[in-house]
């Protein structure tokens, strides 16, 4: 990407989250606003400039690599002075993953590892985290490659209609997630949008709760409920919770033509998650080498193993490390090989003046499907685009405005 788009993409982000600044500033806490801010706005910028990136040829190591180095290099203009003499932590909150095709997500390779380069016609969902000073926000977002960056893909009626179901789930959950809903209440919404498009939820897909340097709070919102086959088989069942004001939330939405049921494929887990609570003296000199690497530059946030200085180290010792529940691991996830998958993924801040959008980018408008959603679905998508109008028209204004004085 030029130097030049690069400095129309951040302005273009800027313009986007003006009009958040003044609900972000009724919060009781205007500081860890603003951060949750930064950090959205880094998140647009980045998907924006690995969109461009996603053209035929492109390498997906190159695009995460690409994706991180925004990241990196944003945060680190961010907050540059010490707090009670520390360095205010910033940068990657969760991998950028480069998923394509039947992979959903989790898909961050290492350097040894590469996948064949993206063709036309390649559905790519991107997936991405900033954190600010612990405060996170995160975004996922679905396109398509196209023969030439001077026209739009060629997108198949399948294809075009998961997605639309995909990215106005994300907008209607999002807009449900308000303090003294249940999150039951989302999971129906969801389900009630992937019903009217004819789609699958994946099931395995959880929207979280975020906290300062937390990516997977305790409130959960499950895409859909498991049937009791699933439960006998491990699927989990989500815990009912009601949301509340000041709570933060990924809502995150993965949709397929297939069944929804996500399963491991020959594609090595690269991201994994320090389990703060779990402690055991490991035995490997590789395994020591990644946990000492791991407490001092990962303590808490999700990370990949591309990070680390040691490749062929890394991938020797997450094993042992994994076995004794020391990390998470986020497994790559596939759908059945014909199947079409859309992800997009927003953070949403429960603020007293209502539900906040930070981050996600507008669906690209060469998705179209025939399909109309149920009608309550119909009426809370009117809604908030009748809210945008407003907003755009305010923005408008005054701009206009400035620009007489």
Known sequence: MSDDSSASSAEEVKETTEE???????????????????????????????????????????????????????????????????????????????????????????????????????????DL??????????????????????????????????????????????????????????????NRVANAYGVNAISSVRMHQMKRFVIDGVKEVALKAPTPEEIEQGEEKVDECTFEQAEVYAVDVAMSTGEGKPRTGALRTTVFKRNVEANYRLKMKNS????????????????????????????????????????????????QKDAKVAHFKCTVLLLPSGTVRVTGLEMPDYFKTEKLPDEETQKVLKELEELAAKKAAKKAAKKKKKKAT
Not at 26 to 46: M, P
Not at 104 to 109: D, L, Q, R, V
Not at 314 to 331: D, F, I, K, N, Q
């Open 20 to 126: 958040e600044v003044t609900d972000l500033s009724n919060s009781t806490n205007s500081d860890v606003c603003t951060k949750y801010q930064e950090a959205s706005k880094i998140v647009n910028l980045a998907l924006k400039g690995l969109m461009e990136q996603c053209v035929v040829g492109a390498k997906v190591l190159d695009l995460c690599k690409f994706g991180t180095t925004i990241i990196d290099s944003q945060a680190a203009k961010l907050y540059t002075k010490k707090v009670n003499g520390k360095n205010v932590e910033r940068g990657v909150a969760f991998p950028v993953c480069v998923s394509v095709n039947d992979v959903i997500c989790n898909h961050s390779p290492l350097s040894s590892e590469e996948m064949e380069p993206l063709k036309a016609g390649d559905i790519v969902k991107l």
């Open 129 to 190: 985290g900033c954190h600010i000073d612990g405060y996170i926000s995160v975004a996922a977002h679905t396109l398509v490659v196209s023969d030439s960056p001077d026209s739009p893909p060629q997108v198949d009626d399948e294809t075009g209609n998961v997605a639309v179901a995909a990215y106005n789930a994300m907008l209607v959950a999002a807009a449900s997630i308000k303090a003294g809903t249940k999150n039951n209440e989302v999971t129906e919404v969801v």
């Open 288 to 335: 020591r080498y990644v946990l000492s690497e791991v407490d001092k530059k990962f303590p808490t946030l999700p990370f990949t193993l591309a990070h680390f200085d040691d490749e062929r180290a890394a991938r020797m010792g997450v094993t042992e490390c994994v076995s004794h529940g020391l990390l998470t691991p986020y497994p790559v996830l596939h759908e």
